[in-house]
């Protein structure tokens, strides 16, 4: 299985930074069950969710998504991804 994450150019300004931290912390991925397939033990989204259809919203995993930019703002940090974490790189 194969999954992919997408951004919309007016998401672009979103923080790189906050992408690599929750990368190093491995909040990105983790190994489970997957909520849309029901395989288990295989790699899965973690606690900060992405989007993987660009044209349209069937899943509720595309676009258009009115909650997607507090939604992506928030996840990081509630799992501690902050502005903070930057500087200290």
Same mark, same amino acid.
């Given at each position: *299985? %194969?999954?992919?994450?997408?951004?919309? #150019?007016? /998401?672009?300004?979103? @923080?790189?930074? #906050?992408?690599?931290?929750?990368?190093?912390?491995?909040?990105? /991925? =983790?190994?489970? *069950?997957?909520?849309? =397939?029901? %395989? =288990?033990? +295989?790699?899965?989204?973690? %606690?900060?969710?992405?989007?993987?259809?660009? #044209?349209? $919203?069937?899943?509720?995993?595309?676009?258009?998504? @009115? $909650?997607?930019?507090? $939604?992506?703002?928030? %996840?990081?940090?509630? &799992?501690?991804? +902050?502005?903070?974490?930057?500087? &200290? &790189?």
């Amino acid at each position: *299985t %194969e999954a992919a994450g997408a951004s919309p #150019d007016p /998401f672009q300004k979103i @923080p790189a930074g #906050d992408s690599q931290v929750a990368w190093k912390r491995r909040l990105i /991925f =983790t190994v489970g *069950t997957s909520s849309t =397939t029901g %395989e =288990t033990d +295989t790699v899965v989204w973690n %606690e900060i969710h992405h989007k993987t259809e660009m #044209d349209r $919203n069937v899943t509720g995993h595309g676009y258009p998504d @009115p $909650n997607y930019l507090q $939604n992506v703002l928030a %996840e990081p940090a509630a &799992q501690g991804v +902050t502005e903070d974490c930057l500087e &200290q &790189q």
